[in-house]
């Protein structure tokens, strides 16, 4: 009997995967990783050249992504169906050796491999290494501490309501907004209503190749990579970078 | 001319360390790291028999701990005076060195090394490596997704006035409570104020030797180490344990 073995990569400079999973990673002889059809897939890409020459490889196409809103009856069936499926997939792969589930970040972090985990429940044994979240990768990149002292940390999905949004921004020091994609209009909108549009920061695909750091008042664009994140310091940060 | 590389060690298991902080560890000629007077230190021991044999150490002895209360400016003087012989003293290591500065969990979250950081501004050319944040350690630990889908995320220092944890808690999905220590009394009755105190868990040493988890409602103890974090996941992990 294998195990699965979901390895969190961290925000996608592989320098940056924990030792373990650097480990699990280059002896693999069976690795799983999510992907959109017809594209590398974020996780395998971290892990280019780390690979064993003989490992076998099973990307899981997710059926949809953005073609069908992520509210609507049929993407959640269609999703769920999928998950079903690869859950019995894995299952019968870890009956014979351990498989090696390759994902972005940290997987108890908003991760989707959760779908599966639930579902694997008592059919398999699962096993997850934690990773550096990606937020973290990104204020890493920005050069100044997210929080300190008593700061409040609030972490928000781009996909909120506007008016949940901007009420939130306001009653947070530190703020780390995540899923924002298409949502970037209105998460601009957001920190404007809210006063904070000044001290908000771009991060796209931080610690990785493309890496781009930017003032988000001056960043034209009304989208942007679904992984980018929107940074705003806590108060002490906030305030040594005024005095400069 | 040398340079500071602060390394996050992450949670504590040093195989949860970074690649790149281990290759760092492995190689540096010269560590400094804080420590509580007469203590090994929190960061030291992460890295017990990883060092060099001919490593030069500087432990960074902090001049008061708990002895004074935090908020009094004897204590603000004491600590701003330690940082600033230490920025010096690292400056001047550095001018003929790399120096290895070892952190618990991620420098840029909540972390000591900060107040370190920008006093070294201009000075020395600092490097810092991202690290697991303690508290992902954690939830990895606990088992169970921190957060989900749009959940809402919010740190909080134990520190902060009851009335004010207690309205933060009410009003958040996934809920991360550090500096816990002496505070634990307070942010259990402020979760019991809110309605949460059932969902609350209390995870000690997370992924380090003596790791315990608990729920925070058995827990008769009123204090736990500083670095002891409360967690309250988010929606879809307690609809899910719920349904168990």
Redesign the interface.
């Known amino acids: 009997m294998g195990r699965i073995i979901c390895c969190g990569l961290?925000?996608g400079n592989?320098?940056?995967?924990?030792?373990?999973a650097?480990r699990e990673v280059r002896h693999a002889t069976h690795v799983a990783y999510f992907r959109k059809k017809g594209r590398p897939g974020e996780a395998r890409t971290i892990v280019e050249g780390m690979l064993a020459d003989n490992v076998r490889e099973y990307p899981m196409e997710y059926p949809v992504t953005t073609e069908l809103a992520a509210d609507s009856g049929e993407y959640a069936e269609l999703l769920a169906g999928f998950y079903d499926e690869w859950a019995i997939r894995l299952t019968q792969l870890a009956r014979e050796s351990d498989v090696v589930v390759l994902c972005e970040g940290?997987?108890?972090?908003?991760?989707s491999f959760?779908h599966l985990?639930?579902r694997l429940q008592g059919r398999a044994e699962v096993d997850?290494?934690?990773?550096?979240?990606g937020m973290?990768?990104c204020?890493?990149v920005a050069?100044?501490?997210?929080?300190?002292?008593?700061?409040?940390?609030?972490?928000?999905?781009g996909?909120?309501p506007e008016a949940e949004l901007e009420r939130?921004v306001q009653?947070?020091d530190a703020l780390v907004i995540m899923?924002t994609g298409r949502n970037l209009a209105k998460i601009r909108r957001a920190l404007l209503s809210a006063g904070r549009l000044d001290e908000a920061w771009l991060i796209e695909r931080g610690?990785m190749p493309g890496e781009r750091v930017a003032r988000l008042r001056d960043v034209e664009r009304t989208d942007c990579a679904y992984f980018a994140i929107v940074l705003v310091h806590g108060r002490l940060s906030r305030r040594?970078e005024a005095a400069e």
Chains 1, 2 share one sequence.
Do not use: E, Q
């Not at 592989?14 to 373990?20: F, T």
């Not at 997850?128 to 979240?133: D, K």
């Not at 050069?143 to 999905?157: E, H, K, N, R, W």
């Open positions: 961290g925000p592989p320098d940056l995967m924990s030792v373990r650097d940290d997987p108890f972090f908003y991760g959760m985990y639930t997850v290494v934690a990773g550096i979240p973290a990768g204020w890493n050069g100044l501490p997210i929080a300190l002292g008593d700061d409040v940390m609030t972490v928000l999905m996909t909120l939130r009653n947070s899923k610690t040594r």
